[in-house]
T-cell receptor
Framework: NAGVTQTPKFQVLKTGQSMTLQCAQDMNHNSMYWYRQDPGMGLRLIYY???????DKGEVPNGYNVSRLNKREFSLRLESAAPSQTSVYFC??????????????????????FGPGTRLTVT | LAKTTQPISMDSYEGQEVNITCSHNNIATNDYITWYQQFPSQGPRFIIQGYKTKVTNEVASLFIPADRKSSTLSLPRVSLSDTAVYYCLVNAGNNRKLIWGLGTSLAVNP
């Protein structure tokens, strides 16, 4: 059980080049996410996919596209890389855990499991 | 989604108990409080989650007062390997999206 895997681990691009970051999970989770993390900025959501075949924009989607290829895989594409996209990219997945709260009733809690990250530099 | 406020950094020594408090004044009725830990060059890792009162697992304890406007993550007897960034998040049950703050950078000294 590998959890969440990401490729590549490191990448250097020139401005204007394109590339795809790959992510796969083997936990049978429905939801998958792409984040970027910059120094002093914390994690910011780029796109997420609630289930196979659906994707939604997060906080910072501009300059990115995603594909939820199947339940296991969620890829992030940079069509024309810019220096502002230099960052560490994390993929995550969550399956939803049913919790029964006395006051709220049946609640689904989403704990996220993260991949090791891709360090991308755009020059 | 409720915004959280936590200290930017904290220092401690091996063997001490560390308490990190997070403020979430606008927490909604169906929001849960979740803490994650992140080591350098790694993705965040789930630590603990709770709704009210006290939750304990093998790693930490989470204390939530009755008004739920704050929560405290307690790490007993920290070691050097607990040096990491700790994130406090609030999110509604049934909500897949999380809002991440800057976290608290904990340094454990020998």
């Amino acid at each position: 059980n590998a959890g969440v895997t990401q490729t590549p681990k490191f990448q250097v691009l020139k401005t204007g080049q394109s590339m795809t970051l790959q992510c796969a999970q083997d936990m049978n989770h429905n939801s998958m996410y792409w984040y970027r993390q910059d120094p002093g900025m914390g994690l910011r959501l780029i796109y997420y996919s609630a289930s196979e075949g659906t994707t939604d924009k997060g906080e910072v989607p501009n300059g990115y596209n995603v594909s939820r290829l199947n339940k296991r895989e969620f890829s992030l594409r940079l069509e024309s890389a810019a220096p502002s996209q230099t960052s560490v990219y994390f993929c995550a997945s969550s399956g939803g855990r049913v919790h029964r709260d006395r006051g709220l009733g049946r609640v689904i809690l989403y704990e996220q499991y993260f991949g090791p990250g891709t360090r991308l530099t755009v020059t | 989604l409720a915004k959280t406020t936590q200290p930017i950094s904290m220092d401690s020594y091996e063997g001490q108990e560390v308490n990190i408090t997070c403020s979430h004044n606008n927490i909604a009725t169906n929001d849960y409080i979740t803490w994650y830990q992140q080591f350098p060059s790694q993705g965040p890792r789930f630590i603990i989650q709770g709704y009210k009162t006290k939750v304990t697992n093998e790693v930490a304890s989470l204390f939530i007062p009755a008004d739920r406007k704050s929560s405290t993550l307690s790490l007993p007897r920290v070691s050097l390997s607990d040096t990491a960034v700790y994130y406090c998040l609030v999110n509604a049950g049934n909500n897949r999206k999380l809002i991440w703050g800057l976290g608290t950078s904990l340094a454990v000294n020998p």
